[in-house]
């Protein structure tokens, strides 16, 4: 039934504004769990660091989490053949950042989506597409539905970049754009 699947897709970007103030590491109020150290906001790591940041759940629930991006792999349209895509998606270029994801407490993350954003040489970030039915080039962005303080996860997430934009960094961005963690992939 591939052909009744659809790819929930938006080619919507934010202009990305560098903040000239330096966003705090981590909620007010929130205590880093003990043997966790937080990565500076505004680092750039390379493909395979792990990075380390603070996302707030709101209503006081909020949990560190260490963030390895694995690899990043350019994709092929025809990959998404058997997927219903508007005209600008069919335009689009894939590109599949495989990840993993470590909750180090102490609040669970479970339903959460991690804030791991495709950031593009024309300055714009770009949020992962997510799509319904399965995927063998990259199957699952979402964090498990139990996802506690201990938990690791294997994650990979599905980015379309316009025609004549490629991928200039992963951005983990739990506030705002001076919050952000970055990994350039390689080549």
Known sequence: MLGALVLALGLSGCSRSDDASQAAPSPKG????????????GSTLDVGDEGTVVIDLG???????????????????KDFRFFTLDEQSRDATPYYVDATVRNDGPAGLGGS???????ADDDVVYPASELVGRFRP??????????????????????????????RSVDLQPGDAASAVRWRPKG
């Open 138 to 167: 990259c199957p699952s962005s979402a964090l498990p539905k139990r996802f506690l303080a201990g938990a690791s996860a294997d994650l990979c997430f599905i980015y379309l970049l316009p025609r004549g934009t490629s991928l």
């Open 113 to 119: 989506s991690l804030p791991l954003l495709a950031h």
């Open 59 to 77: 209503d006081g629930a909020a949990s560190a989490v260490t963030v390895t991006v694995e690899k990043v792999r350019r994709g092929s349209i």
């Open 30 to 41: 929130f205590d880093v769990p003990d043997g966790v150290t937080l990565t500076d906001p």
